[in-house]
């Protein structure tokens, strides 16, 4: 961290300090002047076939993570939803070499547990292991990656437990809202598809899940990323051996989701609940656009921390919700903004009045330097503590990569973070956040809280018959 | 404030998951396992131990690898610790811990600490509740203010006490209620399994218990067990040790000592013969199922043997039920446990369960679960474990000790030495785990298992899918 930006923390945390302490009695003690914190710096490298290769030393325990990134997930499916993470499943299940349990014992030999699994955009596998076996856990990585076996004998039973969670995701409120509002956001798009049919998912062959497999995995998709403590020399090499002479497969699929759709407001019936599941929010910028960090400041205030403003109102002033918060989810070059709550449901109504409150709120006034500084302090602890570990470092370097994020991103980010002003914040909200173009997913006792909802008035006109 | 049940993942959890074949696996060409490489030096952390006059252990492990810190503060009052009549006071009570103090407005704790750049939570377990903050540095010595602060002066108004005990009710229903297998098995199974009160009532709360505690109540809660004596203070991380001494001194020496209150009898009694239970879950869609057993007791050698068991049965895909239950015969897709869903092997004082869970279809009768578990648990009771079988189970072992420490929030770390100090009066065996581990003997995990694995010792929970398939969403 450089010296123009200690001065600044200094400053902000004194200021933000007043506050806190205005009507004690005593007060507590002003932090000293932060601590210098450096953040590692990657080396990456291309391999002829496209591999690319990222190599962070870091930490004073001897582990090892290591990533595979590859672009290729529900995106890539051609409609057939969970094809991506049964064909990650059944990656699993054995290689050319190895069958599923010697994938296990030698993953545990290592100190680690193999992890692989499928999102919007990409497959990922990853293996955190004691550092004298770096080398070795690339090898086993790469050869799940190139040479799995994909047994059809396996199917069955994986398609058998996908249905079994598939059935409980299904009563789950959290997942049923979640699902009906990326739905929303997303319609006909892979993105806004989270669960199958029983019927679809019995219906996926073996060589839908080979086809699937050999028509989007390649080098050209695939990323590695190492960081901890390693030879890197070994590393380097046994990522050449393994990877180097893989085919190189086609590029990054681009199928970015219609441009904009309107609002949606879904009522989904849970007689007897308790309380009802919320889900606010709507599409945003996406993490290249300038505005973007105004915007993810603006979400930590509103929600994103348990001192934001819409969570301070529903827990601790109100008592209606346990955790209620607010997020940015992004995909590549796509974000979106919601806010997230399980409130009594005798408060349904009136708790989305007051999140639309809130926003109204900040749209129309600026927060003030000491509440901003506060948030941006607390973002700053946040980053500090996720670049100081393997894992944490790991996920943004491949962020950054996926969202094609220029290489400065992360050393300019606590510098991007200081620099918003509370005009910025007001402005962000303003443009980005409109109620009236808000989806809503309210998962809950309809018979009783159907009224309460079509008393909130940013809803009006807009609630299904 | 914290989810009962969903922190366990961010703690140690030497309990973890793992599996091996039971019956003779068709076995192919054994692929070459990785080679045993020379080890690296085992587990050393700072260990800097000592109470103050007024009964508060304190415990320092300094780290300057980055500039962050954490501080803990664990009192030996845990949720099957609280009075009878009262059940989920324990949890209700973590919740008050932050709504303000004779210094600082409801708010500001969290304005402070947030404020600074710091991450913080509490939560209620068996035989403590904690309170932990992690954050840069620099702001170590307003952090041992804020804490020292809630431990002196604690203010709770009865507004602040009808606003959480609506935001705990909340949570039950989060967690609880509305959910499909919420609570179970780690709220369930210690009901049925256990005998005595305070390991078998509802730790989480009735209601109505929670509605109707009063704002004496905490008040004399607060008096009885938030006491100095009955509390550790860990700092670990980026700090001066005698500047830090200091500041402990400074905000925690001068908080008056008052007695330290009596630990109930929890003990259990042994149990001579198998429990069945059943109950209906009206959200879940599937059948499920719970087994558990009562453990050795805690750091004895039985007790580091069943923690290798607990690997080689549980932790994992490569341990013995996930072969079995889940690659080889399909019955789930995930058999999971261990020593203390709510923790790990060494965080707790008093009787433990372990235990395993599995969700099945109906097509999978409990018998037939129960016949392919029981194979598993026969063959550990009758056969040696195999060298390679414990080297693998120590091995992750040691990769996981390796990470309380290289954590950046520290919070399995800071867990253990307070634990330790809390329970054991001595942080530092920390730093001897894995020699413990090292003496056990696969004679030891066979008499171990012979002895604790009885169907004796055990209680088996089904759950009914009360749910209509199809009736969902």
Redesign the interface.
């Known amino acids: 961290m450089n010296a123009a930006l200690k001065r600044l923390l200094v400053g902000c945390v004194a200021t933000a300090f007043m506050a806190a302490t205005a009507a004690a009695q005593q007060t507590p003690p002003q932090p000293g002047p932060p601590r210098p914190f450096q953040l590692p710096t990657p080396t990456t490298i291309t391999l002829d076939n496209g591999v690319q290769a990222t190599f962070l030393d870091f930490g004073v325990v001897p582990k090892v993570s290591i990533a595979i990134a590859v672009r290729s997930g529900a995106l890539n499916e051609g409609g057939k939803t969970w094809l991506s993470d049964l064909t990650s499943e059944l990656m699993q299940e054995g290689t050319a070499g190895r069958t599923a349990e010697q994938i296990a014992q030698a993953a545990a030999l290592m100190g680690g547990q193999l992890g692989i699994g499928a999102g919007a955009d990409e497959t990922s596998l990853s293996l955190d292991v004691l550092s004298e076996y770096s080398a070795d856990a690339v090898g086993l990585l790469a050869e799940i990656l190139t040479q799995p076996k994909l047994p059809a004998s396996e199917l069955p039973r994986i398609k058998q437990n996908y249905l079994r969670n598939l059935s409980v995701a299904l009563t789950q409120p959290q997942s049923i809202a979640g699902a009906a509002f990326a739905e929303a956001l997303y319609p006909g798009h892979p993105y806004g598809k989270s669960f199958p049919t029983a019927a679809q998912l019995q219906s996926y062959t073996i060589d839908d899940i080979k086809n699937y497999y050999d028509s989007n995995f390649g080098a050209r998709r695939t990323h590695v990323y190492v960081a901890g403590k390693f030879d890197h020399a070994l590393v380097e090499k046994a990522i050449r051996d393994h990877l180097g002479q893989w085919r190189e497969g086609p590029e990054p699929l681009k199928m970015p989701p219609a441009a904009s759709v309107p609002r949606t407001v879904k009522l989904i019936d849970r007689p007897g609940a308790p309380q009802s599941t919320l889900r606010v929010g709507l599409r945003v910028i996406d993490p290249t656009q300038p505005d973007f960090m105004s915007l993810s400041v603006a979400n930590t205030l509103l929600g994103g921390v348990l001192t934001s403003r819409i969570t301070m109102n529903l827990r601790e002033a109100k008592g209606w919700a346990y955790s209620p918060g607010s997020g940015l989810g992004t995909n590549y070059h796509q974000a979106s903004w919601a806010e997230s709550a399980d409130v009594k449901a005798a408060a349904t109504g009136p708790a989305l009045t007051e999140i639309f409150k809130e926003i109204d709120l900040l749209r129309a006034q600026p927060p003030t330097e000491q509440e901003l500084t506060s948030i941006k302090n607390y973002r700053n602890g946040i980053f500090v503590m996720s670049n100081s570990t393997r894992g944490g470092l790991l996920g943004q370097l491949a962020f950054m990569s996926l969202q094609e994020l220029p290489a400065d991103w992360l050393t300019t980010f606590v510098e991007r973070l200081y620099a918003v002003t509370p005009e910025q914040i007001t402005q962000a909200t303003h443009q980005y956040l409109d109620p009236t173009k808000m989806s809503v997913v309210v998962v809950g006792d309809m018979k009783s809280v159907r009224k309460q909802i079509q008393a909130v008035q940013p809803l009006h006109g807009a609630l299904p018959k | ?1 914290s ?1 009962m049940k969903l922190v366990v993942a961010a703690m140690f959890a030497l309990a973890g998951c ?4 039971a019956a003779p ?1 068709p076995t ?1 060409t ?2 070459p ?2 080679p045993a ?2 080890p ?2 085992a587990l050393n952390v700072p260990v800097d131990y000592y109470k103050l006059p007024n009964g508060l252990r304190v415990v320092l492990s300094e ?1 300057h ?4 810190a954490t501080v803990a503060v664990y009192y030996n009052i845990g949720f099957r610790l609280e009075p009878k009549d009262r059940t989920g006071f324990a949890h209700l009570f973590e919740h008050l811990m932050f709504q303000g103090s ?7 704790f ?3 600490v ?7 939570n509490g939560s209620t377990r068996f035989d403590f509740t904690n309170y932990y903050e ?9 952090m041992l ?2 804490e020292a ?1 809630r431990m002196r002066s604690l203010a709770i108004t009865q507004e602040n006490l ?10 039950v ?2 967690n609880v ?5 919420g609570g179970f098995p780690w709220l369930q199974l210690p009901q049925y399994a256990n005998e005595n009160w305070y390991n078998a009532h509802n730790f989480y709360g009735d209601l109505q218990h929670i509605d109707a505690a009063t704002l004496d109540e905490a008040r004399a809660f607060f008096n009885t067990y938030y006491v100095p004596g009955n509390a550790v203070l860990v700092v670990a991380g ?1 700090f001066d040790a005698a500047q830090t001494k200091g500041w402990i001194t400074q905000n925690f020496a001068t908080i008056p000592s008052r007695p330290v209150p009596p630990i109930p009898d929890i003990s259990e009694p042994q149990q001579t013969k198998e429990k069945h239970a059943s109950m209906t879950d009206a ?4 059948p499920a199922l719970a087994i558990g057993y009562h453990v050795p007791p805690r750091w004895t050698p039985e007790h580091f043997a069943f923690g290798l068991i607990d690997e080689i049965l549980l932790q ?3 341990s013995r039920l ?2 079995d239950l889940v ?1 080889k015969r ?1 019955y ?2 995930d058999i999971s446990g261990g020593i203390n869903l709510l923790g790990n092997m060494f965080n707790y004082s008093g009787p433990m369960l372990w235990s395993a869970s599995l ?3 109906p097509s999978t009768t409990d018998a037939q679960i129960m016949a392919a578990f029981d194979e598993n648990i026969e063959r550990i009771r009758t056969e040696p474990v195999t060298q390679e079988e414990l ?2 189970a120590r ?2 072992i ?2 996981q000790l ?2 309380l ?5 520290r919070l399995g770390l800071v867990d253990l030495l307070a634990c330790f100090a809390l329970f054991d009066d001595d942080p530092a065996r920390i730093n001897r785990i894995e020699a413990e581990f090292a003496k056990v003997t696969p004679e030891l995990v066979q008499r171990t298992a012979r002895e604790y694995l009885r169907p004796e010792n055990r209680t088996v929970l089904t759950v009914e899918a009360g ?1 209509q ?1 199809g009736a ?2």
């Open positions: 404030m989810r793992a599996t091996q074949q696996p192919p054994p692929a396992a990785p490489k020379a690296v030096a780290d690898s980055v500039p962050v004779a210094n600082l407005a409801k708010g500001q969290f304005k402070i947030q404020g600074l750049g710091g991450q913080l992690a954050f840069p540095s620099n702001a170590l010595q307003t203010w804020v602060d009808v606003n959480q005990q609506g935001v705990v009710k909340e949570e229903k989060v209620l509305n959910q499909p297998y980026d959200l879940a869609p599937r994992g895909d490569a996930h072969r690659q399909g789930t897709d969700v099945h279809d080297d693998r091995r992750t040691r990769s390796y990470d420490v290289g954590s950046s929030t749910k398939e969902a969403q």
